[in-house]
């Protein structure tokens, strides 16, 4: 995306400029790959080498996040020797935030020149199969939101006006992140994301109906971030962390504490996973 002078009479450009041009102050790193992390999973921020680290309320245009789990801020430095930024914490529609602040973040990552955005989530289990703790490599998604970001008048400068989202979860990203959890003998899915808004957790009857329409996992995130990214041409990759068993599959109830709990315990093997397959993704964009 550019960002040039032409557009400056868009109030939306200038705010992505005023984000970025203050991100670029602040730091050295040109990250190429952005990294979002889920509820519970920011720890992975902390391996961060040579870290800046940036508050969302110093951002102009960003907003604090209300949400326990997340940290709210921006960590640009080095993963694996690769330049990334990171986004712990993330802006959710169930916090009353439009599509298009829920993934104003997003496209800021995506003007900072990333070419692949890796995005990580807490999710419950609709697949029978999967167990808390597992990982999925979100190979696809079900937009069960009501909302898209792209909603309104399309901004030419950013993509096309009916994008395709064939490979929504690009082939490439799947496949590194699938190998490398072979590697590392990790338990890992490959699925389907379902969004929807919450902030309730699903019904019983929601959950079968989202198995009945391909669904193995469901969460509050992700789907517009990923649109967002693939509509400005950027590489998405996915993964969710199974943090409990969707509503009527387990007999105990579902609360936010036993999502984050279950998230940090298995943080570890997203952080290893994350690690190993940084450098095969930024190496297939120097191939591309
Ligand atoms: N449903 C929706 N969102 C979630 C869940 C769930 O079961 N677990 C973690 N995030």
């Known amino acids: 995306m550019t960002l040039d002078r032409k557009e400056s009479s868009n109030r939306f450009f200038n705010q992505l400029r005023e984000s970025v041009d203050f991100i670029q102050k602040k730091t050295q790193h040109k990250p190429r790959i952005g990294l979002v992390l889920g509820s519970g999973l920011g720890s992975l921020a902390d391996l961060i080498e040579n870290p800046t680290h940036i508050p969302y309320t110093d951002i102009p245009h960003f907003f604090g996040t209300s949400i326990e789990g997340h940290a709210g801020k921006m960590v640009l430095g080095t993963l694996s020797s690769i330049p990334i930024v ?78 395709d989202l064939s490979e929504a979860y690009f082939k490439e990203g799947v496949a590194a992140l699938k190998q490398s959890a072979e590697e590392l003998k990790i338990t890992h899915h490959l699925g389907v994301y379902a969004g929807l808004i919450g902030p309730t957790y699903e019904t019983p009857a929601e959950v079968r109906m989202m198995r009945t329409l ?75």
């Open 86 to 163: 990171c986004l712990q914490g993330r802006f959710h529609y169930y916090e009353g935030y439009s599509m298009a602040q829920v993934v104003f973040p997003t496209r800021v990552l995506c003007a900072l020149g990333i070419h692949t955005l890796l995005l990580t989530n807490a999710a419950g289990g609709i697949n029978t199969r999967y167990r808390p703790g597992d990982l999925m490599i979100i190979n696809d998604h079900l937009n069960l939101m009501g909302d898209n970001p792209l909603k309104g008048p399309n901004l030419e400068e950013l993509g096309p006006r009916f994008p």
């Open 214 to 288: 391909g669904a193995d996992a469901v969460g509050m995130s992700t789907v517009p971030e990923s649109i967002a990214a693939n509509h400005l041409g950027v590489r998405v990759a996915g993964v969710s962390c199974i943090t409990n068993l969707a509503a009527g599959l387990s007999p105990q109830k579902l609360s936010h504490q036993e999502v984050i709990d279950t998230s940090k315990a298995a943080g570890s093997s997203l952080t290893q996973l994350l690690s190993k397959v940084i450098p095969m993704l930024d190496s297939s964009a120097n191939s591309a």
